[in-house]
């Protein structure tokens, strides 16, 4: 197989005269489709992410990535004082804040305010 690609490359005769072009163009259109549909979608959601991570507040209710729930008690520019029952307060890092229990709420989640 490769013996056969290698002889029409070196030949030249059966290939149309504007290939290396057409390959050069499919590629540029694969990147721009890889754009498109992958990385921009994502940045998109990760400033969604960072804005709300931003507007967080004392007293918002909040889930953390590990599905512990509680009331934010003390916020800084890297971690969270989280409170989780009565008088039992955890540190945790702020960007493992990803919903508010607003948007667990809407998402319909099943939850015990």
Do not use: C, H, W
């Not at 992958?38 to 991570?53: E, H, L, V």
Request: cysteine-free; hydrophobic content about 45%.
């Amino acid at each position: 197989m490769l013996n056969v690609i290698l002889l029409q490359a070196a030949s030249g005769a059966e290939s149309p005269a504007g290939g290396g072009m057409m390959s050069l163009l499919m590629i540029v259109m694969l990147i721009a489709i890889f754009y498109f549909f992958m990385i921009m979608p994502q940045q998109k959601k990760q400033k969604k992410i960072n804005a709300f991570r931003d507007s967080l507040k004392k007293g918002d209710k909040v889930m953390t990535a590990g599905g512990i729930y509680g009331r934010i008690r003390e916020i800084n520019d890297t971690y969270a004082l989280l409170e989780i029952d009565n008088n039992v307060t955890i540190k945790i890092d702020k960007n493992s804040i990803y919903q508010s229990m607003q948007d667990v709420a809407e998402s319909g989640a099943d939850v015990k305010k």
